[in-house]
């Protein structure tokens, strides 16, 4: 699957997960930016033209959910990939309501990234073709 055309930002406190996500999508031809924090995140939101965002759950100051409920406020056609190290993860009901279910959580550790291919493929609805 090539993602040409496609902007994802990456949320994640983690270096080595940011930059292996951005080598992966710039492998198949997306744009990327990289964010530390949910505030860091935002600041990019409002300057850069993002499609998608992956999300991890545990960040410094505001947490994934947080950030992904006022990303949505600020942009509602953003879609989002949650990325999370936490075994025990429930969507909350909010984001429930925006769409996030099950097929767009990624547990950590992830050893094969094609997993991230197959839920974004899931995400945009190229699933079906």
Do not use: W
């Amino acid at each position: 699957m090539r993602l040409d055309g496609l902007t994802i930002l990456i949320v994640d406190d983690e270096q080595l997960i940011r930059e292996n996500l951005a080598d992966y999508f710039q492998d198949l031809g997306a744009r990327t930016f990289a964010a530390r924090s949910g505030e860091e995140a935002l600041e990019v939101l409002m300057r850069e033209d993002v499609q998608v965002c992956t999300v991890d759950m545990r960040l410094p100051g505001m947490t994934g959910n947080e950030f992904i409920l006022k990303a949505h406020e600020l942009r509602p056609q953003l879609r989002f990939l949650v990325y999370t190290g936490t075994s025990v993860y429930e969507i909350p009901k909010a984001l429930r309501a925006i769409g996030i279910t099950r097929d767009f959580v990624i547990k950590k550790p992830v050893q094969d990234l094609n997993l991230f291919t197959e839920a974004l493929s899931r995400l945009l609805g190229l699933d079906g073709q």
